[in-house]
């Protein structure tokens, strides 16, 4: 099982890609070298990740409810792995779409969201096969530090909102020895450019979202257009 907080302990992944992105930002290392479908059967073992303790669910119930807009709406959980998230989100009366690499994750997400209001595609987080579709949100949990360009997929990701959409991003910088993520100054900085308000919440002094107390740099953006 491979975790975004074991990198101080198992060996770092591979980076895809040396060259920087076009903003010049590059990514200090990416996971895209991981097999996610390999992964997907464990994933949810993690407390954040299956959220099975009835706590930690509840602790990412309650952000999400601030993040997303009160009324029902339509969410992108892109790089969705199994629904986490989505189900969440379905569970606070939204409809979700989400988009995922790894067929496996795409079919453990279809699993736990039997019956509900969402769909689920395999594609590229960077440019999600979703067509003419518009969003009220673009979620993204721990997806856009890995990507090669995070600039280059903020600009898409900003043109799949509809007016007054909002971007949800929630990622972090992982371990202190060889710490590997996107610190929120890079990103504030990168949405600047293009959202009219933008908020971060610093999110490593709430244990219940680990289910363990940590002490890396972890935050959430909620950035409107
Ligand atoms: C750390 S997991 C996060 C999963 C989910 N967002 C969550 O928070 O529980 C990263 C996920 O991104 C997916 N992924 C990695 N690169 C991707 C890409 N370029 N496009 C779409 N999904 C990608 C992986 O398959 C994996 O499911």
Same mark, same amino acid.
């Given at each position: ?5 074991? %990198? ?12 920087? /992105? &076009?903003?010049?930002?590059?990514? #200090?290392?990416? @996971? ?16 954040? @990740? ?6 930690? *669910? ?9 993040? !997303? ?18 189900? $969440?989100?379905?569970?606070?009366? %939204? ?6 690499? &790894?067929? =496996? ?6 699993? *736990? ?8 595609? #395999?594609?590229? /987080?960077?440019?999600?096969? #979703? ?6 949100? #673009?979620?993204?949990? %721990? ?34 020895? &060889? ?10 900085? !990168?949405?600047?450019?293009?959202? =009219? ?5 610093? $999110? ?7 289910? *363990? ?6 935050? &959430? ?5």
């Amino acid at each position: 099982m491979t975790n975004i907080d074991d %990198h101080e302990t198992s060996r770092p992944p591979e980076t895809s890609s040396n060259s920087p /992105a &076009a903003d010049g930002f590059s990514p #200090v290392s990416t @996971h895209l070298a991981v097999d996610w479908d390999a992964e997907a059967a464990t994933f949810d073992d993690e407390p954040d @990740h299956g959220l099975r303790d009835p706590a930690v *669910k509840e602790a990412w119930a309650d952000r999400l409810r601030d993040w !997303l807009p009160r009324h029902a709406c339509d969410v992108l959980d892109l790089g969705c792995g199994t629904g986490s998230l989505s189900l $969440l989100a379905t569970e606070q009366g %939204h409809r979700v779409t989400g988009v995922d690499a &790894a067929p =496996a994750m795409v079919d453990l997400a279809r699993a *736990k969201l039997a019956g509900r209001p969402a769909v689920f595609l #395999v594609g590229d /987080a960077a440019a999600p096969p #979703v067509g003419e579709e518009r969003f009220d949100v #673009v979620l993204v949990r %721990h997806l856009l530090w890995a990507l090669p360009d995070p600039g280059r997929a903020l600009r898409h990701w900003r043109g799949l909102l509809r007016p007054g959409g909002r971007l949800v991003l929630v990622e972090g910088v992982w371990g202190t020895l &060889a710490p590997v993520g996107i610190p929120a100054e890079r990103l504030t900085g !990168l949405l600047t450019p293009l959202a =009219a308000d933008i908020r971060v919440e610093r $999110l490593s002094q709430d244990a219940r979202l680990w289910g *363990k107390q940590v002490t890396d740099e972890r935050y &959430a953006v909620v950035a409107r257009l």
